[in-house]
């Protein structure tokens, strides 16, 4: 089974567009992040959340809109999609522990072009 | 403000050969620390990580990290490197709620 699951893998779409990212933790943690990864390799994140609650929210465009239905999903909204969005898009989802401790596990991630 | 160097950003090995990469952080709080390793085309997967104790961890795949908290510095190691670790190694801190990542060591090892 795998842990943290996200769709489509890649999604390519034209500027303008708007999409969405799905993601799914069937590990019963209680907080999920989006991560974008550049071209370069780095990671940044973008959003946290606990308990289906907004915790982090980095300097992100609002054309970025995350959805949390439950604490199981973790989707990514895009609106009016930008050449500098193409990315990978990982998921990640940690459970907080007692001292403040935790691990976070990554999806597989999503390979977002747009042209 | 919260941040994480790592100071190679290239690194080319021949198989055998031992591998250290560097990571400083700058955390006032208590740190949790980890070494993540992403394979060509894949997640990032946990190598090792340290909360508290034994400042020495071992991690998956013969990898460890040593944890020098005078140094800020939280450096990976493998006495003997294989063609399969040919990857990229990302060490991160964790502060309150948030993670954060260095921008990555690029190892490549030569067959």
């Known amino acids: 089974d795998t842990a943290v699951s996200q769709t489509p893998k890649y999604l390519v779409t034209q500027m303008g567009n708007d999409k969405s990212i799905k993601c799914e933790q069937n590990?019963?943690?209680?907080?999920m992040y989006w991560y974008k990864q550049d071209s370069k390799k780095f990671l940044k994140i973008m959003f946290s959340?606990?308990?289906?609650?907004?915790?982090i929210n980095e300097t992100v465009p609002n054309r970025f809109s995350p959805k949390s239905p439950d604490k199981a999903h973790l989707n990514l909204h895009i609106n009016s999609l930008e050449l500098g969005d193409s990315a990978v898009y990982f998921c990640?989802?940690?459970?907080?522990?007692?001292?403040?401790?935790?691990?976070?596990?990554f999806g597989p991630g999503t390979r977002l072009t747009v042209l | 403000a919260q941040s994480v160097s790592q100071h190679n950003h290239h690194v080319i090995l021949s198989e055998a050969a031992s591998l250290e990469l560097g990571c400083n952080y700058s955390y006032g709080g208590t740190v949790n620390l980890f070494w993540y390793v992403q394979y060509p085309g894949q997640h990032l997967q946990l190598l090792l990580k340290y909360f508290s104790g034994d400042p020495l961890v071992k991690g998956i795949k013969g990898f460890e990290a040593e944890f020098i908290k005078s140094k800020f510095s939280f450096n990976l190691r493998k006495p003997s490197v294989q063609w399969s670790d040919t990857a990229e190694y990302f060490c991160?801190?964790?502060?309150?709620?948030?993670?954060?990542f260095g921008t990555g060591t690029r190892l490549k090892v030569l067959a």
């Open positions: 991160a801190v964790k502060g309150t709620y948030k993670y954060i």
């Open positions: 959340y606990n308990n289906k609650e907004l915790i």
């Open positions: 990640a989802s940690s459970q907080l522990l007692a001292g403040g401790t935790d691990t976070q596990y």
């Open positions: 590990l019963g943690h209680d907080t």
